[in-house]
């Protein structure tokens, strides 16, 4: 990875060559250009993200099967600009995280409006796939991203999907691929110019008491209303979510645990859905009573 990294910014043809082909590979073409966004004028990352956006471009211009998809991909492109920009200047993972995601949900809402036509297309593409799930039958060959979508609408317990539980869906996806490039990236960066500097960001990330506060009743907005909107309490919890992880990093470094308990909690997040919304719940708490610095105190005691 460090050596991808260096060739990246060794020039501004490489990082247009990685930018480029790096859309075969899931994350490398917008942690590319968070990368060069990170440590380079902006100018410098909006000739990347050209070249990074180009076949998706194409591809939302020659073909009507997957250009949702695609255009899902190039919001995750755009957004990882403003949200690396933020970070450069104010050091501050919750504050880019917030950019993020209300970059990603609006602009996500806007290209969902424009291909209005493709998004009713998928949704009546995706009923027949969720009443064959509901029924317990085979849907038969599908894409992979509609067998998602309409596991998770039977997971939440819908009969139809509608245009609010995509959106929040796309938003969601499109998201996490925006926070994990972003991750990337900043390792990338830690790698070439600050050793250890990723990690020690990282277990130190803790939200403000506003912030949490806000994305705390907006998660709770969300659980009260229709089940459509439980695509929305996955993107709201997010931030929270990365902040509990950063937590739960810091105290397996600070009490020397072994790195199986990470694997583990990493292995729950992805077999036991409501681990996530404990970590939620732990990353709001310490935004009030910081528990980086209680632990020491008691450890000391």
């Not at 060794?10 to 942690?31: H, I, Y």
Request: charge should be positive; charged fraction near 10%; aromatic fraction near 8%.
């Amino acid at each position: 990875m460090r050596a991808l990294a260096a060739f990246v910014m060794r020039g501004r043809a490489q990082a247009s060559l990685v930018a480029l082909l790096g859309n075969l590979v899931p994350l490398v073409s917008p942690a590319t250009v968070g990368l060069v966004t990170l440590r380079l004028p902006l100018a410098e990352a909006l000739l990347v993200l050209l070249w990074a956006a180009f076949p998706l471009g194409m591809m939302l211009y020659l073909s009507d099967v997957n250009s949702l998809l695609a255009a899902t991909s190039l919001v995750g492109l755009v957004a990882m600009v403003p949200a690396a920009t933020v970070l450069r200047h104010t050091m501050s993972w919750p504050l880019a995280l917030v950019v993020a995601l209300a970059v990603t949900a609006a602009t996500t809402a806007l290209a969902a409006g424009l291909a209005g036509g493709q998004l009713a297309a998928m949704l009546d593409e995706l009923q027949p796939v969720l009443m064959a799930l509901r029924g317990g039958e085979s849907p038969g060959p599908q894409p992979v991203f509609h067998l998602l979508m309409a596991a998770t609408a039977v997971g939440l317990g819908l009969e139809r999907a509608s245009v609010v539980f995509v959106l929040g869906f796309l938003s969601w996806l499109t998201a996490m691929q925006v926070v994990s490039s972003l991750l990337l990236a900043r390792w990338w960066q830690a790698l070439l110019y600050n050793p250890g500097g990723f990690r020690a960001e990282f277990q130190g990330l803790r939200f403000d008491r506003t912030l949490a506060t806000g994305l705390v009743l907006g998660i709770m907005a969300c659980n009260l209303g229709p089940a459509d909107y439980s695509t929305w309490v996955s993107l709201l919890g997010l931030p929270l979510l990365l902040a509990g992880l950063g937590l739960i990093h810091h105290l397996v470094q600070f009490w020397h645990l072994g790195v199986q308990w990470l694997v583990l909690v990493y292995i729950g997040l992805l077999v036991f859905g409501p681990l996530s919304m404990v970590l939620i719940g732990i990353g709001f708490l310490d935004s009030f009573f910081d528990f980086r610095t209680r632990i020491p105190a008691r450890k000391g005691q």
